[in-house]
């Protein structure tokens, strides 16, 4: 029982004269002042709340808008991009987020997807995919080409590969300027800029993807070396979101990139109580130069929608 005073109820000390019937009912008073100001609160109230939606209303994936979705799969990466009835799925996590993907991806109502993006075969990125190429309808399978020496020799490379061949999708090679269009979702690919390399994450596919005036780059787990080829290419990498690469790691951390990308808006895929990623300093460097950060270890699946000029963003948690 809450404590009163010496056992009295305590009265609240009226901070206004008491009302008293009939007390200002001056119809004057009503007219000049509080419909004025009803009206004012309401015109407020109207405004806010649109632009509150506006902002950050739940997207809902349509004809004009286009929907990013950084889909928390734990340490790993996954983006499903959603515009108009057409689908493009960059990476699916580990095998273990199979399932997780295709009852998303049913629950959205998506029956076939126009292209699924295997950014590089390793397993945070590829293991989900197979539970996707075997549930759901894939048109095309984009994957970096490999020489002898990059081929992994994996379990789950060969299954993701065992996977590709018998849904039937069309498997083609990223080539850095070739352009993909699905619908109005249309990306250029920059990299890989390398027949092979030394560290299987450079051969990662990276895209920039443009809706309206707003631009997207997504970077798998691309490093240092393979942000220092694209700078060199001078390629626009420009864009208002970034899919941070490699996880946050301070192994794709090139201050010339971040500079060049400018992200207003950067988002790393990494999963919780890991160790070493994100790496301070990545995040650091990205908060230094204007971008908001989410991180799928805290903010849980991350989307980010947009109408060609304005971009909100929704967070699961
Ligand atoms: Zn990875």
């Given at each position: 029982m809450r404590k009163t005073n010496n056992g009295k109820r305590r009265r609240n000390p009226a901070p206004y004269p008491a009302w008293e019937p009939?007390?200002?009912?001056?119809?004057?008073?009503?007219?000049?002042?509080?419909?004025?100001?009803?009206?004012?609160?309401?015109?407020?109230?109207l405004f806010l709340s649109s632009e509150y939606r506006a902002r950050y209303g739940t997207p809902t994936p349509g004809a004009d808008t286009l929907s990013v979705m950084f889909i928390d799969v734990g340490q790993g990466d996954s983006e499903l991009i959603l515009c108009g009835g057409h689908s493009v799925l960059i990476d699916g996590g580990e095998a273990a987020c199979g399932a997780k993907l295709v009852s998303m991806l049913r629950g959205l109502g998506v029956k076939k997807i126009d292209c699924v993006v295997a950014t590089h075969p390793h397993a945070d990125h590829i293991g989900g995919l197979?539970?996707?190429?075997?549930?759901?309808?894939?048109?095309?399978?984009?994957?970096p080409a490999l020489?002898?020496?990059?081929?992994?020799?994996?379990?789950?490379?060969?299954?993701?590969?065992?996977?590709?061949?018998?849904?039937?999708?069309?498997?083609?090679?990223?080539?850095?300027?070739?352009e993909y269009a699905y619908g109005e979702i249309r990306f250029t690919?920059?990299?890989?800029?390398?027949?092979?390399?030394?560290?299987?994450?450079?051969?990662?596919?990276?895209?920039?993807?443009?809706?309206?005036g707003v631009s997207f780059l997504f970077t798998g787990d691309a490093g240092v070396e393979a942000e220092n080829a694209m700078?060199?290419?001078?390629?626009?990498?420009?864009?208002?979101?970034?899919?941070?690469?490699?996880?946050g790691s301070r192994s794709a951390k090139s201050a010339a990139f971040y500079r060049a990308v400018s992200p207003r808006i950067a988002v790393v895929e990494c999963g919780d109580g890991t160790e070493y990623h994100p790496h301070k300093e990545t995040v650091g460097a990205l908060v230094s130069i204007g971008a908001q950060v989410y991180r799928t270890d805290r903010d849980g699946t991350v989307v980010v929608t947009t109408d060609g000029s304005r971009i909100s963003v929704t967070k699961e948690k």
């Open positions: 009939g007390a200002g009912r001056d119809p004057g008073r009503i007219v000049k002042y509080v419909v004025p100001a009803i009206c004012i609160l309401t015109v407020l109230a197979i539970d996707v190429l075997e549930n759901v309808a894939v048109g095309e399978l984009l994957m020489t002898e020496n990059n081929i992994p020799t994996t379990r789950v490379y060969e299954r993701f590969l065992e996977a590709a061949a018998a849904s039937g999708a069309k498997a083609v090679r990223a080539a850095p300027g070739d690919v920059l990299s890989p800029l390398f027949a092979e390399a030394a560290d299987l994450n450079d051969m990662s596919v990276v895209l920039r993807m443009k809706y309206g700078l060199e290419t001078g390629a626009d990498l420009s864009s208002d979101v970034l899919k941070v690469g490699h996880h």
